[in-house]
């Protein structure tokens, strides 16, 4: 393992491009393996044993790969893989959460009212049980899945506008938007959707992912390590999909430019 190997990071499917995309803008001298198994996407859908299968078969291949790290860009993996990831492999494994602190900080001490979307499994798991525990006796927390999140940007729908609106809508219609004053995007699938939410709900309410946060904890443990690329050259994003299918690699490519 060479400080010059690349940053392996993954995700059920094109979500995780998000993520890349900030590692590689605060770390533009690495090199980026990004893997994203949509061949078996969405991962909110299955159960824990499946999702910790699919993560391990992906982080087997990272690691035969090279990488010097693996990202598990997906909020569902991570809760779902990454300790036993951690308790596997050699490497750093940096995972995801949905970045409900940060929204809750966002208050300064005063009690917030945050809507969690996700997937179905990252809310029903243990970790983020244990990390709502931490802000529910304070703050006002409802958990919202939006699987079909996922399955609009999968299919190539993403651009279809009165679709994605017409979900947003199904999805938080039934919220007094008034009282609400963050969203968090617990999905990476998710922050694509940023302008979309912008557009619909009221400006007074935050829209919060955890994509910076993850660049910057991936940089210290990096920093910490002396593993960062030792050589001034411009690091390159590597994109591979677990599908076959032209339009998923054409999709990928999109959304590393969008």
Same mark, same amino acid.
């Given at each position: 393992?060479?400080?010059?190997?690349?940053?392996? #990071?993954?995700?059920?499917?094109?979500?995780?491009?998000?993520?890349?995309?900030?590692?590689?803008?605060?770390?533009?001298?690495?090199? #980026?393996?990004?893997?994203?198994?949509?061949?078996?996407?969405?991962?909110?859908?299955?159960?824990?044993?499946?999702? $910790?299968?699919?993560?391990?078969?992906?982080?087997?291949?990272?690691?035969?790969?090279?990488?010097?790290?693996?990202?598990?860009?997906?909020?569902?993996?991570?809760?779902?893989?990454?300790?036993?990831?951690?308790?596997?492999?050699? #490497?750093?494994?940096?995972?995801?959460?949905?970045? !409900?602190?940060?929204?809750?900080?966002?208050?300064?001490?005063?009690?917030?009212?945050?809507?969690?979307?996700?997937?179905? !499994?990252?809310?029903?798991?243990?970790?983020?049980?244990?990390?709502?525990?931490?802000?529910?006796?304070?703050?006002?927390?409802?958990? $919202?899945?939006?699987?079909?999140?996922?399955?609009?940007?999968?299919?190539?729908?993403?651009?279809?506008?009165?679709?994605?609106?017409?979900?947003?809508?199904?999805?938080?219609?039934?919220?007094?938007?008034?009282?609400?004053?963050?969203?968090?995007? &617990?999905?990476?699938?998710?922050?694509?959707?940023?302008?979309?939410?912008?557009? !619909?709900?009221?400006?007074?309410?935050?829209?919060?992912?955890?994509?910076?946060?993850?660049?910057?904890?991936?940089?210290?443990?990096?920093?910490?390590?002396?593993?960062?690329?030792?050589?001034?050259?411009? &690091?390159?994003?590597? !994109?591979?999909?677990?599908?076959?299918?032209?339009?998923?690699?054409?999709?990928?490519?999109?959304?590393?430019?969008?």
């Amino acid at each position: 393992m060479t400080n010059n190997a690349p940053i392996g #990071i993954f995700d059920s499917g094109l979500g995780g491009i998000s993520v890349a995309k900030e590692i590689h803008a605060l770390m533009p001298d690495e090199d #980026i393996l990004f893997y994203g198994d949509s061949a078996h996407a969405p991962y909110g859908v299955r159960s824990t044993d499946n999702v $910790q299968e699919l993560s391990m078969n992906v982080a087997d291949y990272l690691i035969n790969r090279g990488a010097k790290a693996i990202v598990i860009a997906c909020n569902t993996a991570t809760s779902a893989a990454a300790e036993l990831m951690r308790s596997t492999y050699d #490497i750093p494994i940096i995972g995801m959460e949905p970045a !409900l602190k940060l929204a809750c900080d966002l208050g300064h001490g005063k009690p917030q009212h945050v809507i969690v979307t996700a997937t179905e !499994l990252t809310l029903r798991e243990k970790k983020f049980a244990a990390l709502m525990e931490r802000f529910s006796s304070t703050h006002t927390i409802d958990k $919202q899945p939006c699987p079909a999140l996922v399955d609009i940007i999968e299919s190539g729908q993403f651009h279809n506008a009165q679709l994605v609106n017409s979900t947003l809508h199904n999805y938080l219609d039934n919220y007094d938007m008034s009282s609400v004053n963050s969203i968090v995007l &617990g999905c990476t699938h998710f922050t694509y959707y940023r302008d979309y939410f912008q557009a !619909l709900l009221p400006s007074h309410v935050r829209i919060v992912d955890g994509n910076e946060g993850t660049a910057r904890h991936l940089l210290d443990v990096l920093t910490n390590n002396d593993a960062l690329h030792d050589s001034d050259h411009e &690091g390159e994003v590597h !994109l591979e999909n677990s599908s076959d299918s032209v339009r998923m690699m054409t999709l990928s490519k999109e959304f590393l430019y969008l």
